[in-house]
Nanobody
Framework: QVQVVESGGGLVQAGGSLRLSCTAS???????MGWYRQAPGKQRELVAD???????NYADSVKGRFTISRDNAKRTVYLQINSLKPDDTAVYYC??????????WGQGTQVTVSS
């Protein structure tokens, strides 16, 4: 079973930045990947995805502030988050996107933004 491990979250003040990482236990070379988040009391939502060729797409709520990237050699997907807002507070997860299956969800990484 494929495992993903997310890291890089933390407690930051509004306006701050974080860089999240997600490493998979298998190759992601030909797989679209996405970063998702789940805020308390809300459903999990996709915030950014990246195709195998590196084309990125973003939810409107994060466009211009979040940047997704990938390093296939390291089996790792990154999410650079700038200009953080309290509404960005959530547990962030990565998983496949536009692929045949979703992998088992990892434990996620908590991002908490104070105002």
């Amino acid at each position: 079973q494929v495992q993903v491990v997310e890291s890089g979250g933390g407690l930051v003040q509004a306006g701050g930045s974080l860089r999240l990482s997600c490493t998979a236990s298998r190759s992601i070379f030909s797989i679209g990947m996405g970063w998702y988040r789940q805020a308390p009391g809300k459903q999990r939502e996709l915030v950014a995805d990246i195709t195998p060729s590196g084309q990125a797409n973003y939810a409107d709520s994060v466009k211009g502030r979040f940047t997704i990237s990938r390093d296939n050699a390291k089996r790792t997907v990154y999410l650079q988050i700038n200009s953080l807002k309290p509404d960005d507070t959530a547990v962030y997860y990565c998983n496949t996107y536009s692929y045949s299956i979703l992998w088992d969800w990892g434990q996620g990484t908590q991002v908490t933004v104070s105002s």
